[in-house]
Every structure is written in structure tokens, then in C-alpha cells.
């Protein structure tokens, strides 16, 4: 019997021959049942004077409530319908992002609850000689697996820190995780299903549904050459463990160095496509100005955009805490986490005095191109006083993090970091 407090119950093929566990079927908790204890996180936000500001207004709020969700631990919630939940900060001290406190964004209210892989089919199509419908078994035993750590970031991580404020999620810098996933090389499916001649993109859609006949579907696309770059994978293993539910078990598209609304969860159709993909996810939203870094001025919005795409360098604080206490005379470690779109992070800097001198932090091994890498910075502060932190990451091609940025979306924060401290 599964675990009472589980949303999950795993059976294994008592006929498999493979020394790795065969998946046979994953029964999760109702749609009722889960979108009851969803609704009771929300009611109870709800009922706290400091409760959760809505995703659609512009917070300005500092509280933020931790509740959990099935196959989650405590999080910071968003949104309940669909589910947004944040990663608190204290997870990045780890390489890699537990499971459990991986970060969620959904675009649609109808996400899947349940799956049965008895009967669930990855299905492959379009502008191809040879149409495929492949079981997660299949994926499992007829492909050459491959593994990858990589970076996933939501389009609007640190949306709450543009000023002038924008309208959407307003996540603070948890909506990012490292993982290693295992799968399949969409170029090797696609080799399997014999892609024709003339081929342009390739489309991906997941098993969540819009709510209404008038709302777009949520699908997004690659250019037929990225997705057969060999490096875009259908990843069925997540940290050498199951996807999470409600991070798109039982499969989903990994896009590494790009951002998450690429990362199609609990993907189920995969459609080659002799012409330029069109839809309101790539004509209207996720789109960035075409000039550097994604940026425009409130003032003057740019006319040129263009889909969002790779990551830009950034750096994230793991420690000291914001508004932590410090003593001085005692030695303190600064640490923090640093990632680009692949090229690899070549320096961080920080500074203890506001931005006016700089040093460099030590790095850590790299443990993979799109990975994020750890830096660390001793630091003895010797009077009592606040001190404001600063971290700045460049990669190997010479990208480094902005000093101010502003864009309508709200899209692609990396402006460099500032933590402040107390010494007493």
C-alpha cells in the first residue's frame, strides 16, 4: 500500500527485463481531490492577514506564505489555478534542486492530474514519413539514453524587481531550479519518424488544456535545426527520480540555456511542420524587444520584438540572507549561484561596500555547460554598520549583468544583485 500522505503510487512491470524498474502505471490523486488541496492552500492564504498577493496585481507586499502541494514540499505560492510556486532561496545551496521544491508555472487551469501509462502515447506527426505513438517503456528500452544537467528558469523570474512595476507573476528569484534530466534526444525520435524534405519547425503540446474553446492552447515551437541539435531532450527522469506531477510527468521537453516557456510539460504531441509555427504563445506573448538584453524604456516601448529565447547572465545570493545579522571580526562566507544560455560563467565579482570595489569570488568546478556554477567569497567585515552586498557574473564571451533594465513583460532579470546586511 502507497504511503497515506503520497499523491504518488508507483507500480513496477513484474515482467520487465531491464535491471532498471519498468513504470507501469502512476495513479495520482483525482482532479477533485487535488485541486481541493490547492483550494484549501489558497483559503488559508486567504484567511492570514498576511496572505499571498494575487498574480494579477503588482504587489508590493514583503510577506510571502509557504504552503505545499501534493508531491511538493513547503513552497511559496503564486497562484493556485493554475499552480505558480516558488522555490525558497535556501534550496539553491544544493547543485541540484530537489524534486520536491523544484519551482511550478502552468499557463493553463487545465493541467492533468493523472496519468495512466498503460495507455498514454507520446505521438509523433506531420511533415514526416513515418507517424510514431511511443509508450514512456518505449522511450525507456528503444532509445539511447542521455542525461544532462541543466538550468530551468521561468521567462519572469525576479519580475517584482522591475520598476516601474509590470503586471504578471511577481516572483522574487525562486522561479529557477538545476536538475539532471534523463531521456531522449528529440533528434533521435525525430530520426526514427523520417522528417521530409522542406521541414521548418517542429511543435510541441502537453496534455494541459485551456479552459475555454477561446483561449489558445498552450504550445510552443523549435526550429527544425534545434530541435536535432542533439541536445533538446523528452526527459522521462528528473534528478535520477520520476518527474513531479505538476512539473510535467510523465514527460517533458527540456530546452537547455533557453527559458522555460520552452520546457513543454507533460508533453504528448510532437508535430513537424513544413512552414514557420504561428500562434498567440509565439505572436503575442513571450516576446522580448529586439535590442540588447531584452530592454526598452517605459517611455518609448519598443516596436521590434522578437520571441524570447536564450538565457542572458545572471547571479542569484544563496548567503548571507537579506537583512541577516552579522557580527564583526567574524569571518563570514558569501556563496551564490551564477548561469548563462551555455558558454559558461568565466568570473564573478563582488562587492561589500555598494559597488564601489570589487573582487573576485572563487568558482567552483564546473559540473556541466548549462548548469549554474557555484561561487564563494570570504568576508571579515571589522565595524559595525550595513553594508550592501553585490554580485556580478560574466561568461566566457565576455556577457555580463546590467546595471538597470526595464521591459513590458517583465522578462529576463539580471541585474546585478544587492543584499543588505547588518553588522552589530
Known sequence: ???????????????????????????????????????????????????????????????????????????ILLTDRPPQLETPIHYFRQDLTPNEAFFVRWHLEGIPTSVDLRTF????????????????????????????????????????????????????????????????????????????????????????????????????????????DGEVMIAY????????????????????????????????????????????????????PSGPNGTESPKDLAKDTV??????????????DSDETLLPGMPNEMEGIAFDSGYGIRRVEVSTDGGATWADARLDAEIGKYSWRRWRASWTPRNRGKYRLMARATNAIGETQSKEQWNRSGFMWNVIQEVDVSVE
Open 237 to 288: 527522469s528528473m534528478n535520477d527520480e520520476p518527474l513531479p506531477m505538476v512539473n510535467g510527468f510523465p514527460v517533458r521537453l527540456v530546452v537547455p540555456g533557453w527559458y522555460g516557456t520552452y520546457w513543454v510539460k507533460a508533453l504528448s504531441e510532437i508535430t513537424v511542420l513544413p512552414q514557420a509555427f504561428s500562434n498567440f504563445w509565439t505572436d503575442k506573448a513571450y516576446r522580448i
Open 121 to 228: 502515447r507520446l505521438n509523433v506527426s506531420g511533415h514526416v514519413r513515418q507517424p510514431l505513438q511511443l509508450s514512456v517503456d518505449e522511450l525507456r528500452s528503444q532509445f539511447e539514453p542521455i542525461s544532462i544537467i541543466a538550468v530551468n528558469q521561468c521567462s519572469g523570474n525576479s519580475r517584482s524587481f522591475f520598476e516601474p512595476r509590470v503586471p504578471g507573476g511577481q516572483w522574487k528569484h525562486g522561479a529557477v531550479g538545476n536538475a539532471k534530466w534523463t531521456g531522449v534526444s528529440v533528434k533521435a525520435i525525430l530520426d526514427r519518424a523520417q522528417v521530409k524534405s522542406g521541414a521548418v519547425d517542429v511543435s510541441f503540446n502537453g496534455l494541459d488544456a485551456p479552459p475555454l474553446p477561446s483561449v489558445s492552447d498552450f504550445v510552443k515551437a523549435l526550429s527544425i535545426d534545434h530541435a536535432r
Open 307 to 320: 520571441p524570447i529565447n536564450r538565457f542572458n547572465v545572471r547571479s542569484i545570493f544563496v548567503r548571507p
Open 1 to 75: 500500500m502507497p504511503n497515506q500522505d503520497s499523491c504518488l503510487d508507483v507500480r513496477n512491470n513484474p515482467g520487465a527485463e531491464s535491471t532498471t524498474e519498468t513504470v507501469q502505471r502512476v495513479s495520482f490523486m483525482n482532479r477533485r481531490r487535488f485541486f481541493q488541496v490547492a483550494g484549501a492552500a489558497g483559503t488559508a492564504l486567504m484567511a492570514s492577514p498576511d496572505r499571498v498577493t494575487s498574480v494579477l496585481a503588482a504587489s508590493s507586499s514583503s510577506t510571502r506564505d509557504l504552503v505545499r502541494f501534493p508531491e511538493k514540499t513547503e513552497m
